[in-house]
Antibody
């Protein structure tokens, strides 16, 4: 049972990236999914959450209007579209799953290995 | 936003000894109607993603050794490792999921003395 992220890379300030996260060997449709990032050598920072149905989404203030989280439950995949990227968005982005089925506010019991987003000119 | 403050920032403990990490939230994370504290602890080893150790402040995740325990309520919480093992060297984070945005403590680096 695992989460596998992809889509990271090097991008110039103002550019865009789309991260994907595929769940293998379990159905993610019953769980809220989130993105958590970690800048190099720094701590953990929550970025966004989407409800199990996809009807509700939440963002940290610094990414509102620039990032969009979405999901395709038929493909067992969650996405994060990141536009107008800034240097301080540089981080490893982890796809994470809420522990409890149907729970929006919960601990994160499954983490992907992360994908590195580097924003630099 | 709820601010999570861990102490100490780093800690060195001898093998077999007790390690204690504290986490204080700027407001209560206790949901009184269900008597649950929306507080989790994670362990992160170098080059790895974090691993959930404790949720609801004191419930051990499946597969986590029983030397790890969580306690506290309201705004003050503690992660205790009863007998430090070499494989426990890591950075530990607390996390509140009581209200959005979720927030994490700054991390506590645990080393062997």
């Amino acid at each position: 049972v695992q989460l596998l992220e992809s889509g990271g890379g090097l991008v110039q300030p103002g550019g865009s990236l789309r991260l994907s996260c595929v769940a293998s060997r379990f159905r993610m449709s019953s769980y809220a999914m989130s993105w958590v990032r970690q800048a190099p050598g720094k701590g953990l920072e929550w970025v966004s959450t989407i409800s199990d149905s996809g009807n509700s989404a939440y963002y940290r203030d610094s990414v509102k209007g620039r990032f969009t989280i979405s999901r395709d439950n038929s493909e067992n995949t969650v996405f994060q579209q990141m536009n107008s990227l800034r240097i301080d968005d540089t981080a490893v982005y982890y796809c994470v799953q809420a522990r409890g089925s149907g729970e929006l506010f919960d601990a994160f019991d499954m983490w992907g290995q992360g994908t590195l987003v580097a924003v630099s000119s | 936003d709820i601010v999570m403050t861990q102490s100490p920032d780093s800690l060195a403990v001898s093998l077999g000894e007790r390690a204690t990490i504290n986490c204080k939230s700027s407001q209560s994370v206790l949901y009184r109607s269900i008597n649950k504290n929306y507080l989790a602890w994670y362990q992160q080893k170098p080059g790895q993603p974090p691993k959930l150790l404790i949720y609801w402040a004191s419930t051990r995740e499946s597969g986590v050794p029983d030397r790890f325990s969580g306690s506290g309520s309201g705004t003050n919480f503690t992660l205790t490792i009863s007998s430090l093992q070499a494989e426990d060297v890591a950075v530990y984070y607390c996390h509140q999921y009581y209200s959005s945005p979720d927030t994490f403590g700054q991390g506590t680096k645990l080393e062997i003395k």
